[in-house]
């Protein structure tokens, strides 16, 4: 008696049932299939036998392996080595449970596999129509590349690093370590933003940074900490990315919410803070960051980027201020200048640098400031373009970055009354023409991924 068996999977069950009729058949020279009763019986029970499996669920269904095309593009005019690319990417369709995910060079398969970092969240019924994307890549200026990402669960899973970042927590700290010379410590309450930054020539911060805070509309400036300890959103090896949800009160009464993220990237030594606030009730004026640098020496050493560089000594006790807003604001205020730089001792700040009042939109937005040991280059997204902006230093190590809004409407221009601000910190070794590989523009100027195409293999 012939033992009739099940298929083990959809795509079995398919092959079998293409293979019936040449098995059941007598192949006349005509090649016309003919069946007897018995045959026929026989054909019947098959079918039955292997369609009830597929009816009942049993089976898993059959996913074709899936793709999708990204182009990444330079568009500052820049040369990158090794710089980190992210991206979130939309899947359709989605990926199943259990699926393998892989990065190729090139738009068409059989390309060379590169190292990336996929991560999904986790979704109702183990799909994910949602990946993160990490990956680092080299360009010369204004040059794009196609990638392609493919997935599925036939899909072979792309490599990952060797060596790259990891991530440890304890009770009070994040601990993200980039090999023995690069650790960073990061408190979980958020209080002073960032606590330690150690590298191979030692600490870069002193222990009293302010971290981040908000100006609220009655005078009080008040600090951002959080009673909740935060969460890892990416552990590596190739970027590190931390978050905090939280609610501050913010005086009369009333309260705000803001989303932080720090993500650190495996082949630079920078953090990106975002922090986005929602403030429908337009109760913040002003909101921003502050470090306090360790710096050596009677005299500290500062350059800017406005429109073009300008640079300063900052003897003991002086300080200096970048600061830049609209240019129709600046002729409403009376003909100030788009952007200036003060300097001068605490609380007395002279004029030292200015731009005139036509044909400059483009302010950088970065500085650098250094002893003759470390350099740390804070550069900040979208400077003055919609808002009031500034990055003040201080010979003592004290750097602060500084946003405000024009007025309630204007930040209302913005959705739901959300206030947002992108900073980066990034801590080399003097001189940062050699420390640092990559320079504040570049580090401000991430580059551009857009999804392409999505289809099946």
Sequence with gaps: MRVIVPPRTSAEFIWRFRA???????????????????????????????????????????????STTLVVRETAGIRRFAYPVG??????????????????????????????????????????????????????????????????????????????????????????????HLVWEVPRSLAGLLRSVRAAKGEFLRADSTGLSFLARDGTVRSLSSTSPGRIAKRGPIACRLRWDLESVAGEGR?????????????K??????????????????????VHLRLDGDVAFADFGADSLVYAALPRGQGASFRAGLPTLAHRLGGKPFWE?????????????????????????????????????????????????????????????????????????TGSGTKSLRFWLHFVDFPPHVGAVTSPQSMAAPLEVKAASTGEK
């Design 269 to 290: 030594s920078w953090v990106r803070v975002d922090w986005s606030l929602a403030d429908s009730q337009g109760v913040v004026r002003g909101f921003g960051a502050e």
């Design 20 to 66: 019936w009729p040449a098995a059941y058949s007598d192949l006349p020279s005509r090649g016309v299939p003919r069946f007897n009763s018995h045959t026929a019986r026989r054909f019947a029970v098959q079918v039955i036998a292997s369609m009830l499996p597929v009816l009942l669920g049993v089976l898993p269904p059959v996913h074709a392996a899936q």
């Design 255 to 267: 309260s705000i919410r803001s989303i932080v993220e720090l993500e650190i990237p495996r082949s």
């Design 87 to 180: 991206a979130e990417i939309r899947l359709d369709p989605p990926a199943v449970a259990g699926s393998r995910f892989r990065l190729t060079e090139g738009a068409v398969e059989g390309g060379k596999a590169i190292p990336g970092q996929f991560r999904t969240p986790q979704e109702a019924g183990g799909e994910a129509s949602l990946v993160s994307l990490d990956f680092e890549g080299s360009f010369m200026p204004f040059e794009a590349r196609s990638y392609r990402v493919e997935y599925g669960l036939d899909v072979e899973a792309g490599p990952e690093p060797a060596r790259g970042l990891t991530v440890e927590e304890s009770t009070e700290v994040f601990l993200v370590s980039s090999g023995p």
């Design 341 to 413: 730089i003060l300097r001068g001792p605490e609380g007395k700040l002279e004029p030292y640098a200015a731009s005139g009042l036509t044909g400059l939109r483009n302010v950088e937005g970065w500085a650098h400031l250094m002893d003759p040991e470390r350099c740390t280059a804070a550069a900040v997204a979208d400077f003055a373009k919609l808002t009031l902006d500034r990055i003040d230093v201080r010979q003592d190590g004290r750097c602060r970055i500084w946003r405000e809004h024009l007025t309630e409407d204007a930040s209302r221009s």
